[in-house]
Structures are given as structure tokens and as C-alpha cells.
């Protein structure tokens, strides 16, 4: 199974500040099409668990353009350029390149210093 | 609008029973697979199981295989996780999400499995 692993998982933020996070896979995301198939979520205190960002660096619907994601390979990062109250939640990174399992990473708890 | 409604958690001694059901809307549910996803607050997110869009396929976690089993009436646009011998280690927030990649998420029911 391929272990997601994020770092740091705990993230105080200063409000207009910028904030990054990383998420390393045991092997190469890249699938046999070429496509990368690593997915970014937000959990928000009290709601469901939302799809921010598919295929590293595709925005869902909806979500700011202050999120983005990048990388290649067995690393990736999700940075929010200005953070707002709004974005206090666990943030997640998935891969479903080789799947079954679907596998996430442990979770990064982004909070307001 | 996309909507998925989870029911059926609850309290359940070890080696019960239950069943979960997903009610979705605002899409056309035969086209998509569905999956299953619990949270608890010290493991995180885990992946549960996954049924392809036209009931022919499943896949399931090493941790609940041969216990749990997804299926789906596209007559109702709902998807059910059947669960039996359940464990303390179980015990979790249980989300059903539309497709293979999570597009969209519910809110979950708590399963509670008392040691």
C-alpha cells in the first residue's frame, strides 16, 4: 500500500499570512496514463470533508483561488497564499493512483495564531 | 446540487450488526461509483469501500474485508455499507462519497462500538 505522509501536522497561521503543506508518497504517484492522481481535502470544524484540489494542481469548483497545489512524483505541496478564518480545519492530501487502498495522509490541523 | 445523506449509525456492542445508507440527489447516481470513507480523531481519514457505478465491481479495505459490503439500488440512488462482527476498532464517523476520487461528501453517521 502506498503510505501518505504529511507534514507538519499542526500549522498556527497568522491571519494575510502564507501557509504550506507537505505530503510525501512511499512511491511514485505517476499512473500508467501519465496522470497524477493526488487529491487535496478540507475538513472544516463541523461539516463534510471537501475536494479542494484533484490531479495536484486542479481547482474544484468554488474553491479560492488562494489554494494551490503542485508537485511531481513523491512529493507535494498545498500552499494558501492569505490565509483566512475560514480556512481553520485538518487538511488532507489522497492518492488513488494504485489503488485499492485509497490512502490519505495523516491530517495537518491548520489553525489561527 | 449534489446531496448525500448518511443514516443507520449507532451504538453496537462487538460482533453486531448494522447497516448504512446513503441517499443521494442532485446527480444521476447510476453514472457514478460510490465509496465509503470513516474518520475518527486518531487515525484520521481511512478508506472503506467502493462500488462501481453499474453494482458489478466492489473493493474493500484489508480491514473490514469479509465483514462489510457496499452495494447500491440505482432504482433509489442510494448506497448501503452492510457491516457485521463489528469491533471497538470501528468505531468511527462514516461518510459515503460520490465516485472513486471523493468528489463530494456527507456528513457522515457515527458508528460507536463500546469496548
Known amino acids: 500500500d502506498v503510505v501518505m505522509t504529511q507534514s507538519p501536522l499542526s500549522l498556527p497561521v497568522t491571519l494575510g499570512q502564507p501557509a504550506s503543506i507537505s505530503c510525501r508518497s512511499s512511491?511514485?504517484?505517476?499512473?500508467?496514463?501519465?496522470?497524477?492522481?493526488l487529491n487535496w481535502f478540507q475538513q472544516r470544524p463541523g461539516q463534510s470533508p471537501r475536494r479542494l484540489i484533484y490531479?495536484?494542481?486542479n481547482r474544484d469548483s468554488g474553491v479560492p483561488d488562494r489554494f494551490s497545489g503542485s508537485g511531481s512524483g513523491t512529493d507535494f505541496t498545498l500552499k494558501i497564499s492569505r490565509v483566512e478564518a475560514e480556512d481553520v480545519g485538518v487538511y488532507y492530501c489522497?492518492?488513488?493512483?494504485?489503488?485499492?487502498?485509497?490512502?490519505f495522509g495523516q491530517g495537518t490541523r491548520l489553525e489561527i495564531k | 446540487e449534489v446531496q448525500l445523506l448518511e443514516s443507520g449509525g449507532g451504538l453496537v456492542q462487538p460482533g453486531g450488526s448494522l447497516r448504512l445508507s446513503c441517499a443521494a440527489s442532485?446527480?444521476?447516481?447510476?453514472?457514478?461509483?460510490m465509496s465509503w470513507v470513516r474518520r475518527t480523531p486518531g487515525k484520521g481519514l481511512e478508506w472503506v469501500a467502493t462500488?462501481?457505478?453499474?453494482?458489478?465491481?466492489?473493493f474493500y479495505a484489508d480491514s473490514v474485508k469479509g465483514r462489510f459490503t457496499i452495494s447500491r439500488d440505482n432504482s433509489k440512488n442510494t448506497a448501503y455499507l452492510q457491516m457485521h462482527s463489528l469491533r471497538v476498532e470501528d468505531t468511527a464517523v462514516y461518510h459515503c462519497?460520490?465516485?472513486?476520487?471523493?468528489?463530494?461528501w456527507g456528513l457522515g453517521t457515527l458508528v460507536t462500538v463500546p469496548s
Open positions: 462519497a460520490q465516485g472513486g476520487w471523493l468528489d463530494f
Open positions: 442532485g446527480f444521476t447516481f447510476s453514472d457514478y461509483d
Open positions: 462500488i462501481n457505478h453499474r453494482d458489478d465491481n466492489t
Open positions: 512511491q511514485s504517484l505517476v499512473a500508467n496514463d501519465g496522470y497524477i492522481y
Open positions: 490531479k495536484v494542481s
Open positions: 489522497m492518492q488513488v493512483t494504485h489503488w485499492p487502498p485509497i490512502t
